[in-house]
Each structure stands twice: as C-alpha cells, then as structure tokens.
C-alpha cells in the first residue's frame, strides 16, 4: 500500500516544494513528490502491565519530507513519546510493536539492535527532554562527540576534533575549542541541551526526533535552543519530528501538526490551518483551555470536562466522546478513522460530525460552553483599603558554600534571596515570576517555615516573625497554608482522602464531627465527590489530585495561600479547570494567593499583581496588565518576549529579544547591576554611562509611572513606547 | 555491616513512592496494593518453595512433639548413640537424648529469637534511623555521632557476656535482647538514608507547614512510607539472627542445657560427627532448610515490591 507515495497539494504553480503533510493516497491532486525520508504506516504499540495490556500507540501513520518539522502534540499519556521511541527502537522489552516504520525505504521494524545501532545516531537522531541525564557525567564533552562521530565515519584524530569544534561551534558554545575539554557538569542546563543537538547532527542525520528538547528548560533558555534547533535543521537539512504539548512551541517551529489523544492521532494538518480552523472538538477544546500571554481581558478558561480514558480498556468508539460536548449516540458505536475534512486542503481529521464543523464553521466558542466566574465581595474595595495579609521587607537568605571534606571551610556564599519586598493584601493575587535559581521557592519556603528570618522582616497579618512566641506561631499556621507543585509527592500514598484531609484540622484541635462536617464540605468546594474520601490519592487524577491538595490547604480557613507553581504538573485541560477553582474560591472566601510560576500566560490569567524575580531580587513589580503591556526592566522584557505564543502567524511576526548567556551563578559576587552581564540595554549604551549599571546596584524605583506603584529595579528603565516596539504583539 | 539485600536505592524509592504515573480517572479498574503484591510474589517459584518450606518447618516446630514421646529433656537411657530407628526417627545422642525431639524444641527456639529480636530491630533501627534523619541540624549530628560509637563496640563479646550471667531458663530471653541491642545500628544508619531523601517530599513538607507535631510526622508519613523496605529487612533479619544464635550457642555462649537450640545441637554433634553423624545432620538440614527458605522468601518479596524487577509478566 505504501509502495507508491503520492502527495497531495495545494496550488504550487511555481513548482515550490508541497506546503504540507504527504499523505497516502487519497483526495485531492496527485502529484508524485519527493521521496519521504520517514515513513510510518499504522503503528501499533503495546505494554505489558499488572492491570492489563496497555494499548499505547494505536495506528499513527505519517510522511515525513526532507527539511520539515512535524510537530506531534498531545498530553501526558497520548503515546507521542512511545511513537518516537518506537522509531529510533528504545523501547522496552515488554513492548510489542506492530505496523510499519520505513527509514529512506528501509524498514526498520523487525531489525536487530545491531541493525538499529548503524541507524542511530548516523542517519536518525534523537534530542532527549532531560539533559541532566542525557550525558555521561564521567567523559568529557569532546569524548562524546568523539564517540558519536567516530562510531558511524571513519575520522582521523585531527578530523574529529575539528569537526567537534565546528559542530560546538554551530551550537553557539562560545570558545569551542577549549570547551572540549570540559565535563557535563561545567555546562548549564541549556548548555547541555546544545551539546545534545551537537551530538545528535554530529553525522548530518536524515531524521531528527526532538522529544519535548526544551521542556525542562526556562523561556529564555527555551528561546535559545529553539533558534539553534532550527540553524541545525538548516545546517543538516534533516526533517525533525518534534514532540511536545506545549502548543506555543509547536505554533513556532512544526510546518505540520499531528494531534495525538488516547494513542490515536485524532487530527493532523498543515500548522496555520491547525491552529486558525481546528476541526476535531479536541484540538478546539486544546486550543482554547490553553491561557493567552498575549491577551489581557479576563477570558474565563473552558476546560474539558473529565479525563483521558485508560488505555488497558478503552471504551467502545470515540475515546473523546466522555469529553466532548458534542457528542452524539453515533460516537459509541464506532471509533472514527482520520478521514480528510471536506473542503480543506491536507486537513485530516477523526471526528464523525466533521461534515457540521466545517460547513457551520464551528469554533471553540460555539462547541464549549463558557461558565460563569463567582462574584468578589472585595471588587469594589480599591487596593489600599484592603488589609496587608503579608509584608515582606528587605528578606535575605544565604547559604554557605562550604569546601573540602574534613575540615570545612567556607568557599563563599550562595544569596538564594538578597533583599526581596513585597506585600499581600486580602483577596488579591501576587504572582512570583522568574527562571530557576531566581529565588521564588527559597523566598516561600522562608514564609512558610515561620521564623524569623535571615536578613530583613516578615510580617503575617501584622504580625512580625522574629517577635512570634511558640504559641503564637502555632496559632498562625492556621492562617498560611501552601500548595505545592506536584500533587503525587504532596500527599502521602498511603493515607486516604479522609485522614489526609483531617491532618490540619487534627492540629487546630477540631472535633471528630466538625471535622466530619468541614470534609464533606471541602470536597464539595473543590468540585470532587464527598462520597470518594475512602479512596486513596493515586485513585485519582493529578487534576483531582491538585484538587484535594487545595483542599486540605483551605480547610482550615487561610487567609493566604502560598502555591508553589500549582499547575504546572497538570495537563492543559486539566490546567484550565483548576485555574477556573482557584479564581472561584479566591472571590468565594477573599483568600489572598501568593502565586509562584514560570508559567507567564498563567499568571496574565490568574494575578493581579506581578512581581519579577532575577538572581534573588525582584527587579519589576507592578499590576500585571502594567507589567505585561508596558515593562520598564529589561529582564521583564526579554521574558515576555520569549514566551511562545499558541499563535503561528503571531510567532512569525513577533520581534524576540534573545538574551545571551545563562544566569550567573548565584555564588558569584557582583557589584552593581545583577542583570548587567545579559543586559540588552546596557549592550546598546555609550561605554560611560554603562559604568553606572557595572557599578551601582539599582534599587526597585516605585513612582516613575505617575498614580501607580509600578516600579522597576533598572538605571535606565524603558520608556513605554520602547517597551511597545518589542512586546507580546497582540491582534487588533 | 550495611545489609546488601538493603540496596533498594533512594531513586527507586522516589519512585516506588511516587509511583503510578499514569493512573487516571476514578472509574478506573484497580488493582489493591497486597493483590499486586501477592500476585507478583506468586510469579516466583522460588519464593512460593520457600514459604511452603517454612510453614512447614513452623508447624514442625509447633506440632513436632506430638509425633514422638520422648521429651527433649529426658533421654532415653537404654539406647545411647543410637542411629535412626522406628523409636527414635533421628536417633540420640550419646547421652541418649531423642534427636527429633531436640531439633523441634531447638528449632522453635531458633525460630523464636530469630523473628523476636528481627522485629525488635527493625522497630528500634525503624524510629531511631528516622528520626535522626527527620530532626536534621544538631540531633542529626549528635544521633550519628553516637550511632558510629555503638557500631565500633565488641557485640559478639558484651552478648556472651550478658548471657552468661543470666540463668538457664530465661537465657534466651537475654539473647534475644542481646542480638537487639547491638543489631540495630547498621539497620538504622541505612534507614536514615533512605528517609534523607524521604524527608524532602512535599508531603512532609506539607505536614511541617501545617503544625503537625515531629513525632506524628515520623509515625504517620515516614515509617509508614518506608513499609516495604522494613518488611524485606525483618524478613530477611531473622536469617541474621538465627545466625548469630546459633553461632553463639555453638560456642557455648547461648542457649545452654536444661534448654536447647539448634546450635546447642550442632555443638553436641560436632564432637561425635565421626561415630554418630545423625546428631550433627538433623540439625544441620534444619538450620540449612530454615534460612534458605527465609533467604527466599525475603527475595521474591523484594522483587515484588521493587517495580522495577522483572515480576511484570510478559505482553
């Protein structure tokens, strides 16, 4: 069936090479095109485990041209990491693999891991998604290089190290050379992920298989390797299968999408298309649960309702069909084949009531219903009549780094939080932004620990922790509960939902039928059945999971909640619902959040107020739709800038201010600007005035936005029509 | 004196505790924990060999007496050195006492200091070793301080010690006591490592933060989440302690007459292995078939609780 590849195309009268995916023979044009380099043909994969046979990848099939990117997106559990793995031929041994799977016309499948090993690495390659963990901390980077080239050509020793250099080089690693020498460890997370996509075009692949390359990565990091990703794809001309959920990423660099749910892809299409005319009611509910750095009105999220079926026994028919909102009886009875959209040129979709979608133009809007948000009873109040719930003034937490084994001494010091301010009042929300080391748990994890604190003060309800008696403190637990980020870790496997619930209410003293009553409640307030309390935290899903961690925080009656990036384990559809709890419970009980995440689309969403984090200290602070549409601190201005948008056409106009370098090490001592060294501003100065930004640290300026207290840390802030030039451009 | 069979690492526990990633849904088929568990260990022969050896070595022990009527304690005077005979299955030795009637009271006794004193172990090893590790700071200092100093002290000597001054009758309570006090230490310095990693989860985070007083914290959140490293280690304790018993009653330092064990058995058949060897054999199988059966069983439960061994069954 596949012997003869035909593509279909759009108008090409210039002969330009097919805008799309090849696809087996069907409607449209036929027009024989180039050769695919990758060709998968219905592939089947399954799992051996305890409760069954898993059924993870069930017929995906896709061509893939030279020079292309094919972007698979699902989330957790949709089989696009196994369709990778079961390309290059990693998987496990309990795993039975079917279907066809055609290198340049080889077949792989069915080959010997000595086969596959000449395949590997020469003309197929693979980006890994942690790259901690992807090199051998015991060679030096150019050992593995070496390797990888040696292994598939035949090199001399000079050859080597100039083709290692020149491909470190190609990488953007500054001074190649002498970084051969240098071990995993020297080399920062983003550093690695480069020294990886070296790695993997080190023998000019015809295939490159990036599985999700920048998701352990930060934005600016992920900026960075995203753009060398693309110069290595120019370089090598190879066609990359780029794995992901994140939908900005996929908007930026895939020509083509494959939507996977439950193992299946449900929808596959040229990118533009994908994302401007989605046509199967998943990619819709995707599309538009996902939260919007780039738009400020608060748009309430619509989740998908429920959760991804299990793959030990699916149900009969659509695997969507629990979730859709459109489901009809037909759906049951059969599951739907990815049949091309009528009217649409290389859109596929597996949907029966395809046929409406597309000749009622369906959109999101009309296929999910928006709810309505719960009313605030602090709305009116304006924000410096509210009550300060936290006061953080000047907060300092260093480490000390310490050398040698026997007898320690102080090698210098770690400023984890070097003179960090922020307030809190009632009902409104702060969010914490920043990258990794920047300081944002450190700073919580000093709240919460309630005592008096290193450097600076700290004040919970006006009340100063350095001053606190025991008893006192102990009280004041009741007031500052947290959420922490991964729901399997914060809840104890073997407690169930009942005694978990309990703890807190156990150590204010509550009564047994107090309590009672309290937990019914809480389940109810978190939208989860009161009837499930006998169950254990791993009978639930992570959303259901965040749900009763939020729970068990509010049920003692907090006036502040501390969530430590408490949706970023979560699935987009599952994401959007628990956003949606978190802003009805905020105007049901006028709890105060303190919100710390990565995540700046979610906190446009969620915050009311903003503050940035950079190496220990907030350098811009401010309402969020201040901070957003007009950054004053550079720093602020880079991030938003590298944020991907869920928008291809916006992601090719947008301008990127793409910092260079990592973050310092925050051992390092620097005088002056902590931002300096990756400054774009103070590149751009006369070399006098940038003495000021190397030598005098600036203090966070409140006040230079008349009527606002928007202020950043920066000696020459952007103005706002500079901030305009660069900014998350948004459609009119 | 770490025990190798304790080498789960700490990664495996991270995800034997986090474990079920892709649980989803309420309506989900479940399958319970001990199922799992039983079902894993049942996939293993060897394991299943075992527990059927030593339930029957168990009910051996209990009910053996019964199939003889001579007594442990009163030798059959008119056949000393006798080999096995109709009279006396195992034969007697040369003071006439019945073999069979020697190993099943020796064997409980084995069997009694091995599982008393593993239990102890592991829950002395279980709250000190958590503890230490959980109140971090100056307790932990000072709690592996002295851990180090009781690690270096001469067991084998201060047990013998205090077994020889205790009377017939209760000397193996004071053993049992004795192989506790001192086999602790190693057991608790390995669990204090496991719980270093244990106590950075955010569920015990989440406990702190709440107010949650120290000790509930280490009853209710760690010792419980280190189950199934306790439950290989008792087991597997128990070959140990048997060990050590019948090492320091072989030397005489033990279990001594009017009582008995299989040591004490052991040492009487050593001298006469030449003229009557069944004295020394009975026991010796017995021993032999007692910690083998342990050793198993400790194996097939380690495979079945590490998700990572190869009891996953096939596609």
Same mark, same amino acid.
């Given at each position: 069936?596949?012997?003869?590849?035909?593509?279909?195309? %759009?108008?090409?009268?210039?002969?330009?090479?097919?805008?799309?995916?090849?696809?087996?023979?069907?409607?449209?044009?036929?027009?024989?095109?180039?050769?695919?380099?990758?060709?998968?043909?219905?592939? &089947?994969?399954?799992?051996?485990?305890?409760? %069954?046979?898993?059924?993870?990848?069930?017929?995906?099939?896709?061509?893939?041209?030279?020079?292309?990117?094919?972007?698979?997106?699902?989330?957790?559990?949709?089989?696009?990491?196994?369709?990778?793995?079961?390309?290059?031929?990693?998987?496990?041994?309990?795993?039975?693999?079917?279907?066809?799977?055609?290198?340049?016309?080889?077949?792989?499948?069915?080959?010997?891991?000595?086969?596959?090993?000449?395949?590997?690495?020469?003309?197929?390659?693979?980006?890994?998604?942690?790259?901690?963990?992807?090199?051998?901390?015991?060679?030096?980077?150019?050992?593995?290089?070496?390797?990888?080239?040696?292994?598939?050509?035949?090199?001399?020793?000079?050859?080597?190290?100039?083709?290692?250099?020149?491909?470190?080089?190609?990488?953007?690693?500054?001074?190649?050379?002498?970084?051969?020498?240098?071990?995993? &460890?020297?080399?920062?997370?983003?550093?690695?992920?480069?020294?990886?996509?070296?790695?993997?075009?080190?023998?000019?692949?015809?295939?490159?298989?990036?599985?999700?390359?920048?998701?352990?990565?930060?934005?600016?990091?992920?900026?960075?390797?995203? *753009?060398?990703?693309?110069?290595?794809?120019?370089?090598?001309?190879?066609?990359?299968?780029?794995?992901?959920?994140?939908?900005?990423?996929?908007?930026?660099?895939?020509?083509?999408?494959?939507?996977?749910?439950?193992?299946?892809?449900?929808? !596959?299409?040229?990118?533009?298309?994908?994302?401007?005319?989605?046509?199967?009611?998943?990619?819709?509910?995707?599309?538009?649960?996902?939260?919007?750095?780039?738009?400020?009105?608060?748009?309430?999220?619509?989740?998908?309702?429920?959760?991804?079926?299990?793959?030990?026994?699916?149900?009969?028919?659509?695997?969507?069909?629990? $979730?859709?909102?459109?489901?009809?009886?037909?759906?049951?009875?059969?599951?739907?084949?990815?049949?091309?959209?009528?009217?649409?040129?290389?859109?596929?979709?597996?949907?029966?009531?395809?046929?409406?979608?597309?000749?009622?133009?369906?959109?999101?809007?009309?296929?999910?219903?928006?709810?309505?948000?719960?009313?605030?009873?602090?709305? #009116?109040?304006?924000?410096?009549?509210?009550?300060?719930?936290?006061?953080?003034?000047?907060?300092?937490?260093?480490?000390?780094?310490?050398?040698?084994?026997?007898?320690?001494?102080?090698?210098?010091?770690?400023?984890?939080?070097?003179?960090?301010?922020?307030?809190?009042?009632?009902?409104?929300?702060?969010?914490?932004?920043?990258?990794?080391?920047?300081?944002?748990?450190?700073?919580?994890?000093?709240?919460?620990?309630?005592?008096?604190?290193? #450097?600076?003060?700290?004040?919970?309800?006006?009340?100063?922790?350095?001053?606190?008696?025991?008893?006192?403190?102990?009280?004041?637990? $009741?007031?500052?509960?947290?959420?922490? !980020?991964?729901?399997?870790?914060?809840?104890?496997?073997?407690?169930?939902?009942?005694?978990?619930?309990? *703890?807190?209410?156990?150590?204010?003293?509550?009564?047994?039928?107090?309590?009672?009553?309290?937990?019914?409640?809480?389940?109810?307030?978190?939208?989860?059945?009161?009837?499930?309390?006998? $169950?254990?935290?791993? !009978?639930?899903?992570?959303?259901?999971?965040?749900?009763?961690?939020?729970?068990?925080?509010?049920?003692?009656?907090?006036?502040?909640?501390?969530?430590?990036?408490?949706?970023?384990?979560?699935?987009?559809?599952?994401?959007?619902?628990?956003?949606?709890?978190?802003?009805?419970?905020?105007?049901?009980?006028?709890?105060?959040?303190?919100?710390?995440?990565?995540?700046?689309?979610?906190?446009?969403?969620?915050?009311?107020?903003?503050?940035?984090?950079?190496?220990? !200290?907030?350098?811009?602070?401010?309402?969020? *739709?201040?901070?957003?549409?007009?950054? $004053?601190?550079?720093?602020?201005?880079?991030?938003?800038?590298?944020?991907?948008?869920?928008?291809?056409?916006? *992601?090719?106009?947008?301008?990127?201010?793409?910092?260079?370098?990592?973050?310092?090490?925050?051992?390092?001592?620097?005088?002056?600007?902590?931002?300096?060294?990756?400054?774009?501003?103070?590149?751009?100065?006369?070399?006098?005035?940038?003495?000021?930004?190397?030598?005098?640290?600036?203090?966070?300026?409140?006040?230079?936005?008349?009527?606002?207290?928007? #202020?950043?840390?920066?000696?020459?802030?952007?103005?706002?029509?500079?901030?305009?030039?660069?900014?998350?451009?948004?459609?009119? | 004196?770490?025990?190798?069979?304790?080498?789960?690492?700490?990664?495996?526990?991270?995800?034997?505790?986090?474990?079920?990633?892709?649980?989803?849904?309420?309506?989900?088929?479940?399958?319970?924990?001990?199922?799992?568990?039983?079902?894993?260990?049942?996939?293993?022969?060897?394991?299943?060999?075992?527990?059927?050896?030593?339930?029957?070595?168990?009910?051996?022990?209990?009910?053996?007496?019964?199939?003889?009527?001579?007594?442990?304690?009163?030798? /059959?005077?008119?056949?000393?050195?006798?080999?096995?005979?109709?009279?006396?299955?195992?034969?007697?030795?040369?003071?006439?006492?019945?073999?069979?009637?020697?190993?099943?009271?020796?064997?409980?006794?084995?069997?009694?200091?091995?599982?008393?004193?593993?239990?102890?172990?592991?829950?002395?090893?279980?709250?000190?070793?958590?503890?230490?590790?959980?109140?971090?700071?100056?307790?932990?200092?000072?709690?592996?301080? =002295?851990?180090?100093?009781?690690?270096? =002290?001469?067991?084998?000597?201060?047990?013998?010690?205090?077994?020889?001054?205790?009377?017939?009758?209760?000397?193996?309570?004071?053993?049992?006591?004795?192989?506790?006090?001192?086999?602790?230490?190693?057991?608790?310095?390995?669990?204090?490592?496991?719980?270093?990693?244990?106590?950075?989860? /955010?569920?015990?985070?989440?406990?702190?933060?709440?107010?949650?007083?120290?000790?509930?914290? =280490?009853?209710?959140?760690?010792?419980?989440?280190?189950?199934?490293?306790?439950?290989?280690?008792?087991?597997?304790?128990?070959?140990?302690?048997?060990?050590?018993?019948?090492?320091?009653?072989?030397?005489?330092?033990?279990?001594?007459?009017?009582?008995?064990?299989?040591?004490? =058995?052991?040492?009487?058949?050593?001298?006469?292995?030449?003229?009557?060897?069944?004295?020394?054999?009975?026991?010796?199988?017995?021993?032999?078939?007692?910690?083998?059966?342990?050793?198993?069983?400790?194996?097939?439960?380690?495979?079945?609780?590490?998700?990572?061994?190869?009891?996953?069954?096939?596609?």
């Amino acid at each position: 069936m596949t012997d003869q590849i035909l593509t279909t195309t %759009g108008d090409h009268p210039d002969g330009t090479p097919p805008e799309g995916l090849v696809l087996p023979a069907g409607a449209g044009r036929l027009t024989p095109a180039t050769e695919p380099v990758l060709s998968v043909r219905d592939l &089947h994969v399954s799992f051996a485990s305890e409760a %069954g046979t898993v059924r993870a990848v069930r017929g995906v099939s896709f061509d893939l041209l030279p020079a292309r990117t094919l972007g698979i997106v699902g989330e957790s559990g949709s089989g696009k990491s196994v369709t990778s793995l079961s390309i290059m031929g990693l998987l496990d041994q309990n795993a039975r693999v079917e279907g066809s799977i055609r290198l340049k016309g080889t077949e792989l499948l069915g080959k010997t891991e000595l086969e596959m090993s000449k395949h590997r690495g020469n003309d197929m390659a693979m980006v890994f998604q942690d790259p901690l963990s992807a090199l051998t901390p015991v060679f030096s980077i150019g050992d593995q290089l070496a390797e990888a080239l040696d292994l598939h050509q035949d090199l001399t020793r000079k050859q080597v190290r100039d083709r290692s250099v020149e491909l470190l080089d190609l990488v953007g690693i500054p001074n190649p050379a002498e970084r051969l020498k240098s071990f995993p &460890h020297q080399f920062s997370g983003g550093m690695r992920q480069r020294v990886m996509i070296a790695i993997a075009i080190a023998n000019d692949p015809d295939v490159i298989i990036a599985d999700e390359p920048t998701t352990a990565l930060d934005v600016t990091i992920q900026a960075q390797v995203l *753009e060398v990703l693309k110069k290595a794809q120019r370089e090598t001309g190879a066609a990359v299968v780029m794995i992901t959920h994140d939908l900005g990423v996929v908007a930026g660099v895939a020509d083509d999408v494959l939507v996977m749910y439950a193992g299946r892809p449900v929808e !596959q299409a040229p990118v533009d298309e994908l994302f401007a005319r989605p046509a199967m009611p998943y990619t819709m509910g995707l599309l538009g649960a996902v939260p919007r750095p780039d738009r400020g009105e608060n748009r309430r999220l619509v989740p998908i309702q429920g959760n991804p079926p299990s793959l030990v026994d699916l149900p009969v028919g659509c695997p969507f069909a629990d $979730r859709c909102p459109l489901v009809e009886d037909r759906c049951r009875t059969a599951e739907p084949p990815l049949a091309p959209v009528p009217g649409r040129v290389d859109q596929r979709a597996a949907c029966v009531r395809v046929d409406e979608i597309v000749a009622e133009g369906l959109t999101f809007e009309d296929v999910y219903p928006v709810g309505e948000a719960a009313e605030s009873g602090l709305d #009116g109040v304006p924000r410096e009549e509210r009550e300060v719930v936290l006061e953080v003034t000047d907060l300092k937490k260093h480490f000390p780094l310490t050398k040698g084994g026997f007898l320690r001494r102080r090698a210098g010091t770690v400023k984890a939080v070097d003179g960090v301010t922020f307030d809190v009042r009632a009902g409104e929300t702060l969010a914490l932004v920043g990258e990794s080391g920047s300081g944002k748990t450190t700073t919580l994890l000093e709240i919460m620990r309630l005592q008096a604190p290193q #450097g600076g003060t700290v004040a919970v309800l006006g009340k100063n922790l350095a001053e606190l008696a025991r008893p006192e403190r102990a009280a004041l637990r $009741r007031e500052l509960q947290i959420v922490f !980020q991964d729901p399997q870790s914060s809840m104890d496997p073997r407690l169930p939902v009942y005694d978990i619930l309990a *703890e807190p209410l156990k150590v204010h003293g509550w009564s047994r039928a107090r309590t009672n009553e309290r937990i019914s409640e809480l389940m109810r307030l978190v939208g989860l059945n009161p009837d499930h309390v006998d $169950r254990f935290p791993t !009978q639930f899903s992570g959303g259901q999971r965040q749900r009763i961690a939020i729970a068990r925080a509010l049920a003692v009656g907090p006036r502040l909640v501390v969530l430590d990036e408490p949706v970023s384990a979560l699935d987009v559809s599952i994401q959007a619902g628990v956003i949606n709890l978190l802003e009805d419970l905020q105007a049901q009980l006028g709890v105060a959040f303190l919100f710390v995440a990565h995540d700046l689309s979610v906190i446009r969403h969620i915050s009311s107020r903003t503050a940035v984090m950079y190496l220990g !200290q907030v350098v811009e602070q401010g309402d969020t *739709e201040a901070v957003f549409t007009a950054p $004053r601190h550079p720093y602020t201005q880079a991030l938003l800038s590298a944020v991907p948008l869920p928008d291809p056409q916006l *992601e090719r106009q947008r301008r990127r201010v793409v910092l260079q370098g990592d973050l310092p090490s925050p051992a390092q001592e620097i005088v002056g600007c902590r931002f300096a060294s990756r400054c774009p501003v103070r590149a751009a100065l006369p070399a006098d005035r940038r003495t000021l930004c190397d030598t005098v640290q600036p203090g966070l300026a409140t006040g230079a936005v008349p009527g606002t207290d928007h #202020g950043a840390a920066c000696h020459y802030p952007l103005t706002s029509s500079a901030a305009e030039d660069v900014r998350v451009p948004s459609r009119a | 004196m770490a025990d190798p069979e304790l080498s789960v690492t700490t990664a495996q526990m991270g995800k034997d505790l986090a474990h079920d990633v892709g649980s989803t849904g309420e309506q989900v088929r479940r399958t319970g924990r001990l199922a799992l568990y039983t079902r894993r260990f049942l996939r293993r022969p060897s394991a299943v060999a075992g527990v059927v050896v030593l339930a029957l070595l168990v009910l051996f022990a209990l009910f053996g007496d019964s199939l003889t009527r001579w007594g442990y304690d009163e030798p /059959d005077f008119l056949s000393l050195a006798s080999p096995p005979s109709g009279e006396h299955l195992f034969g007697t030795t040369q003071g006439g006492s019945d073999v069979f009637a020697l190993v099943v009271r020796g064997l409980g006794r084995s069997l009694m200091i091995g599982i008393l004193s593993s239990l102890a172990i592991t829950l002395v090893a279980a709250v000190v070793g958590t503890a230490v590790a959980f109140f971090e700071g100056w307790v932990e200092k000072v709690g592996m301080w =002295i851990l180090d100093m009781l690690l270096v =002290i001469p067991s084998f000597l201060l047990i013998a010690m205090i077994v020889r001054s205790s009377s017939g009758t209760s000397g193996w309570l004071w053993l049992t006591l004795g192989i506790t006090a001192f086999g602790w230490v190693g057991y608790a310095r390995v669990l204090r490592t496991l719980t270093l990693s244990l106590r950075e989860l /955010d569920y015990v985070h989440a406990a702190r933060f709440m107010g949650v007083r120290s000790f509930t914290i =280490i009853w209710r959140h760690l010792i419980p989440n280190l189950g199934s490293v306790l439950i290989i280690q008792t087991v597997l304790g128990v070959v140990t302690a048997v060990n050590s018993e019948t090492a320091l009653s072989f030397l005489g330092l033990g279990i001594k007459a009017p009582d008995t064990s299989l040591g004490t =058995i052991l040492q009487m058949g050593q001298g006469v292995v030449q003229t009557s060897p069944w004295v020394l054999l009975a026991p010796a199988v017995a021993l032999i078939l007692l910690t083998l059966s342990v050793q198993l069983i400790g194996d097939g439960l380690r495979d079945a609780i590490d998700p990572h061994s190869r009891s996953g069954g096939k596609a």
